[in-house]
């Protein structure tokens, strides 16, 4: 079951980025994010308060407040950050490369943070994990530069800065708190976030495009119940070390999609990315069979 949550995890969560694809030729990055969590949030609310109130009792006003921070973090501050920087001209595989540095942050800090043991041989999944996204993003990164402001290669790393601190947040939760009333709180804290900017920026107006509506149909099915979802299903049910080592599939993953949807080159190099990264998954999942302690 665990390996068909990760796959179904690392596909839904690669979705985003096609989505995203789809969606940036009809509108700005604001607006497609604006529109993506704010019928999805007035829909869940009323699921909510229609079919899940009991998934709310016992909670109290510090644990909403808890998911709201969370929320801030892993969805309002990761996708603008990652938004934005491509809007400045940072190329998406830049980003990926530097969003795929999270799993070894997030795993540096497990063992201080959350008290979890981290393996040697979870270390060098770990290390083999950043080669592959490195080897698939290196062409693209090298590449960029021209036109594109210093400061702007800090926009990503702030985003992947913003998962890691929500992932940890989450874990120190001692209040259970349901998903369905974690996802109804941190996309209506996203659709507030996003509503807000797109208003200032003048954005709100969705564009009377079918393909822009088809890429929000995309996001809010596949990237959010999907990916979102799973992320923290998996990271329960799994632990941070292992969920976050996951990430390092996205890049690959995302490029043989982008190739077969797109026509976007998929070569040696990024066959290689590939293999490195399901080795260090295959490495990190046996490192923490073989510790006996739960990750």
Partial sequence: MNMLLSAAFVLCWSSGFIGAKLGAGSAAAVTVLMWRFLPLAVVLALVSVAFARH????????????QTVIGALSQSGY??????????GVSSGTTALIDGTQPLVAG?????????YVSGPQWLGLGLGVSGVGVVTLADATAVGAGVPAWAYAVPFAGMLSLVAATFLESRTRAPVAPAVAMTVHCATSAVVFTVLAAALGSAVPPADAAFWTAIGWLVVLAT???????????????????NTLMFLMAPVT???????FGEPFGVQTAAGLALGLAAVVIVRRGAGSCGQPE
């Fill in 55 to 66: 998934s709310w009792r016992g909670l109290t006003a510090r644990d909403v407040l808890r």
């Fill in 79 to 88: 996708l603008l950050t990652v938004y934005w920087a491509i809007q400045l």
């Fill in 108 to 116: 540096a800090l497990a063992g201080p943070l959350l008290r979890q």
């Fill in 225 to 243: 119940f999907g990916g979102y979802g799973l992320y923290w299903l998996v990271l329960r049910r799994s632990g941070v070390t292992q969920v």
């Fill in 255 to 261: 490029a043989i999609w982008g190739a077969a949807m």
